[in-house]
């Protein structure tokens, strides 16, 4: 089973609103990781969590707070987001730095 | 810096030629190299992957890629191009670093025509 699964699916929040995304796998992966993907773009990377601890934050903005509650679980708290925030949020996984990745189908958020 | 250079945003086959999407990757240590295909509004699926061992690699749907370390290609193919193949694609490298990272080309749009 490769499966990550993400929900929401979508996601249209205000910019005073407090959302969160939600990822998890039940793979026994290591790592975790955000992406954002604007349109016709490659994902770019935003956090990366290696056994529960953050390792990698791509200088991304407070107003994205990720939380890694465990081994299985990656969530991404929003804040006061700004519509050129809208984009596709990515969430994936594997086994050990380096590894192959496994993406989840996304959740697409847009920002009004 | 490392870089992945995939030549083409877009690619035009008609249903039944072969698929040829190009990617070359910046590197003086073969990394790891990669293929995703994303259909309109999902995720990243994974096609195939090279780490070590046979160069000729093959993937899902009927797709390959050869690596070549002598021209630092990873070049993807598929004999017969199907209708649902119409997608986007990227190539990414991982294993320059430490660091959980993987850099992706700025992908292939592949369409296909009837």
């Known amino acids: 089973d490769t499966e990550v699964t993400q929900t929401p699916k979508h996601l249209v929040m205000g910019m005073t609103n407090k959302k969160s995304l939600k990822c998890e796998q039940h793979?026994?992966?290591?790592?975790m990781y955000w992406y954002k993907q604007k349109a016709k773009k490659p994902p770019e990377l935003m956090f990366v969590y290696s056994y529960e601890k953050l390792s990698i934050n791509e200088s991304v903005p407070s107003r994205f707070s990720p939380e890694c509650p465990n081994s299985s679980l990656l969530n991404l708290h929003l804040h006061a987001l700004q519509p050129e925030d809208s984009a596709l949020y990515l969430c994936?996984?594997?086994?050990?730095?380096?590894?192959?990745?496994?993406f989840g189908p996304g959740t697409r958020l847009l920002v009004l | 810096a490392q870089s992945v250079t995939q030549l083409g945003s877009h690619v035009s086959v008609s249903e039944g030629a072969l698929v040829l999407l190009r990617c070359n990757y910046s590197?003086?240590?073969?990394?790891?190299l990669f293929w995703y295909v994303q259909y309109p509004n999902q995720g990243l699926q994974l096609l195939l992957k090279y780490t070590t061992g046979a160069t000729l690699v093959k993937g899902i749907n009927g797709f390959e890629a050869e690596f070549k370390k002598s021209e630092t290609s990873f070049h993807l193919t598929k004999p017969s191009a199907h209708m649902s193949d119409a997608a986007e694609y990227f190539c990414?490298?991982?294993?320059?670093?430490?660091?959980?990272?993987?850099?992706f080309g700025s992908g292939t749009r592949l369409s296909i025509r009837p």
């Open positions: 793979m026994g992966h290591r790592a």
């Open positions: 590197s003086s240590v073969p990394p790891y």
């Open positions: 990414a490298a991982s294993g320059y670093s430490s660091a959980s990272k993987i850099i």
């Open positions: 994936a996984s594997s086994q050990g730095a380096q590894e192959t990745q496994y």
